[in-house]
Nanobody
Framework: QLQLVESGGGLVQPGGSLRLSCAAS????????IGWFRQAPGKEREGVSC????????YYPDSVKGRFTISRDNAKNTVWLQMNSLKPEDTAVYYC????????????????????WGQGTQVTVSS
């Protein structure tokens, strides 16, 4: 059974850091594009980081560029999202996703079908 499981969410103060993990089971992340998305209450889902295992390219929207870093641990079949300088507006449920028929840009900006999704982990940035 193909599965993505996120962990590492929690409560952090503004300016703090968190590292989220996404563990894949039932399939290898080789040849996949992996993405992190978030959705805050009343807002649309937003792609915040995407990484291609095929060519190593990454995509970050301006809202997180320079603060978030996506990386992959090949041995653990896991993807990480390092989030620094967190702001209250980063508060959301964060989801990881994996797909094959996308580029890093199209997965982050135009995710539609053919995507495996995790169940999400809550990140709250508040003092």
């Amino acid at each position: 059974q193909l599965q993505l499981v996120e962990s590492g969410g929690g409560l952090v103060q503004p300016g703090g850091s968190l590292r989220l993990s996404c563990a894949a089971s039932g399939f290898s992340l080789d040849y996949y594009v992996i993405g992190w998305f978030r959705q805050a209450p009343g807002k649309e889902r937003e792609g915040v980081s995407c990484f291609s295992s095929k060519d190593g390219t990454t995509y970050y929207p301006d809202s997180v560029k320079g603060r978030f870093t996506i990386s992959r641990d090949n041995a653990k079949n896991t993807v990480w999202l390092q989030m620094n300088s967190l702001k209250p507006e980063d508060t959301a449920v964060y989801y990881c996703a994996a797909a094959q028929e996308y580029s890093v840009f199209t997965l982050c900006v135009f995710p539609t079908k053919g995507i495996y999704w995790g169940q999400g982990t809550q990140v709250t940035v508040s003092s």
